[in-house]
């Protein structure tokens, strides 16, 4: 009989010859462990994690595909930082402090060794605002497109995590940072929309290339107990705000021109008004959309401030409509409903 | 402005209208979280986990791609076997019992819901045994082949997780079940081998493709307190071995007559000798590779046979000998060393 010569075993090595796979995780990975004795350096069969007394354990999976979910042709950091940035804003969405990640990469054959160091040195630099570690992963080849799936978990006071459940008719909806800086910077990526001024260029790209997730926010508005259902923007603000609506049962109005946003989508805006639709519905913000009682909510903004971030009413929770489809309305300033026409991504 | 034409958003749709991502997951995914409150009915942005006191958390995650880790042509419910039973392998190698599972599936654009039906029915079917939940994931499209990313976790008592550090000289090393069936199962699909026998044909192939993962046995070897250092053997015995030998500073000597073969395998061994190489290097079987002392044997038999599975001793640890970088040697039946041209699987 000969060895069975199909793609799955057409590299044997012998146990004395270099192994890519483990040099790699040897050279770039373990570094990135912290030296987390849980993790075993990277080398045993899985890792072991211990949840501190009164805490639990958040935990999200999100899987990016190139070409599909962020554009091949950003940087190996950049894609690094966008698929920490993804899972650790999911994170932050359950009010969760982020611990550890657990990665798999799939890599198209032959690639080379100096797009993997890179792509670490940006896994390294997203991880470290909050000392996350890495814990394990797999690291496979493929046919097909890069693609990276990441398992994230965070501690969580036990029965306080947010959750997209709760919201209450007269709470007030409330979003961290502005909102529509993503969608506007893979326009400018795709070519789709030019922008004069390079700051603001880079400064719309760098928000979609480089999410900034509100784990910090997050951990505050937890210790506030104030929270009563909180969801990462990621599907698009009309999306993911209709996502605590089904959850709660409720219904939401958003005002438009209340919705914060930088001087770069006011710009665009100014120049287009058609653009509130990718603004509202285009997603890959990376911010957090919550709902809280009114009373709350100065207290939450000056908590926000002395973490040097922002928190902006932009809408209130009403009563659910049964006769009325879209639980997400939308408000002009004179207070008149408005349609919009790109309301979250599809994924399938 | 129009809206970004890439792919990345070629589909918006108004959050009234139905989305296929989350009606699969309710149709075919949220009943194999088995009504876990953690889960969150997979509705929100992560999971919550609690880990019972005393335990600690198993943590593993595999990436199997179409094509490279598996044959496309394995029907979806194996592959559903196939992906747990990887992943509750790596469980079953550090002592843990299997808990709760996270899936991030990359699935071809258009691919057909009885497909995803069928996949998530052997899900289902391959997590019974050990009564694990499904607790979130990810499900995304992708141009390349279909892939899925499992994290597994499971609890171990504290301190007592198997590792694959840990073997000293004199130990005896033993396997759990029958080696070399996996990779002749590969073979028989490939069609570089075939099998007169159905009965053993069907044995080959449904063990290359449904990988019956040892956590049970695991379990009991953790209690006994006995174990030195576990692995599973996915690589291949040899690439397996070596890696406890590695991570214990040890070198091991396999008796090639005592690895426990199935008749199949027996019958294939006996036509060709040079199957042995095979059979020692191929991989797929997801057995465990463990090593504790001789006067531990006895008990871990009796124990293993009460379990209705079985332990044999195959060779011994022994003192490395650093000017032999082969880490394993393996012995014929006179005790004279052989050479094994296979020794491991390369993964990138």
């Given at each position: 009989?000969?060895?069975?010569?199909t793609e799955?075993?057409?590299?044997?090595?012998?146990n004395?010859k270099?192994?890519?796979e483990?040099?790699?995780?040897?050279r770039?990975?373990?570094?990135?462990t912290?030296?987390?004795?849980g993790a075993l350096?990277?080398?045993?069969?899985?890792?072991?994690?211990s949840?501190?007394?009164?805490?639990?354990?958040?935990?999200?999976?999100?899987c990016?595909?190139?070409?599909?979910?962020f554009?091949e042709?950003?940087?190996?950091?950049?894609i690094?930082?966008?698929?920490?940035?993804?899972n650790?804003?999911?994170?932050?969405a359950?009010?969760?402090?982020?611990?550890v990640?657990f990665l798999a990469?799939?890599?198209?054959?032959?690639i080379?060794?100096s797009?993997?160091?890179?792509f670490?040195e940006?896994?390294?630099?997203?991880?470290?605002?909050s000392g996350?570690?890495l814990?394990g992963?797999?690291?496979?080849?493929t046919p097909?497109?890069?693609?990276?799936?990441?398992?994230a978990?965070?501690h969580?006071?036990?029965?306080h995590a947010?959750?997209?459940?709760?919201?209450?008719p007269?709470?007030v909806?409330?979003?961290?940072?502005?909102?529509?800086?993503?969608?506007?910077?893979l326009a400018v990526l795709?070519?789709?929309l030019?922008?004069?001024d390079?700051?603001?260029?880079?400064?719309l790209?760098?928000?979609?290339?480089?999410p900034?997730?509100?784990w910090?926010?997050?951990?505050m508005?937890?210790?506030?107990?104030?929270?009563?259902?909180a969801?990462?923007i990621s599907?698009?603000l009309?999306?993911d705000?209709?996502h605590?609506?089904?959850?709660?049962?409720?219904a939401?109005?958003?005002?438009?021109p209340?919705?914060p946003?930088?001087?770069?989508?006011?710009?665009v805006?100014a120049q287009?008004?058609?653009?509130l639709?990718t603004?509202?519905?285009?997603?890959d913000?990376y911010e957090?959309?919550?709902?809280?009682p009114?009373n709350?909510?100065?207290?939450?903004?000056?908590l926000?401030n002395?973490?040097?971030?922002?928190?902006?009413v932009i809408?209130r929770?009403?009563?659910?409509?049964?006769?009325?489809?879209a639980p997400?309305?939308v408000?002009?300033?004179?207070?008149?409903p408005?349609?919009?026409?790109?309301?979250?991504?599809q994924?399938?």
């Open positions: 009989m000969t060895e069975p010569k799955h075993k057409a590299e044997q090595t012998s004395s270099p192994n890519r483990f040099d790699i995780i040897a770039y990975f373990r570094p990135l912290n030296g987390a004795a350096a990277l080398q045993d069969d899985a890792a072991l994690l949840v501190p007394d009164g805490f639990e354990l958040a935990v999200t999976t999100d990016l595909v190139g070409g599909v979910h554009l042709t950003l940087s190996p950091q950049d690094a930082h966008k698929v920490v940035g993804v650790l804003s999911d994170l932050a359950m009010g969760a402090m982020p611990k990640v990469a799939q890599l198209p054959k032959g080379q060794e797009w993997i160091a890179d670490a940006g896994l390294r630099a997203a991880l470290k605002p996350a570690a814990m992963g797999d690291t496979v080849s097909g497109p890069v693609a990276f799936t990441l398992t978990m965070g969580v006071p036990k029965g947010l959750m997209r459940s709760g919201a209450q007269g709470d909806l409330c979003v961290t940072g502005t909102i529509g800086d993503g969608a506007l910077g795709t070519d789709a030019s922008i004069a390079s700051a603001e260029r880079d400064h790209i760098q928000r979609y290339a480089r900034q997730p509100r910090k926010l997050a951990e508005m937890v210790r506030t107990r104030q929270i009563r259902a969801v990462d599907d698009g009309l999306a705000v209709g605590i609506c089904m959850a709660s049962g409720v939401a109005v958003i005002d438009a209340a919705v946003l930088s001087k770069a989508v006011r710009g805006l287009d008004p058609t653009v639709n603004i509202l519905g285009g997603g913000d957090l959309a919550f709902c809280a009114q709350a909510i100065a207290d939450l903004q000056r926000a002395e973490l040097g971030e922002c928190i902006t809408g929770i009403v009563a659910s409509d049964l006769e009325n489809t997400v309305t408000h002009d300033k004179a207070g008149r408005i349609i919009v026409e790109s309301q979250g991504y994924h399938l």
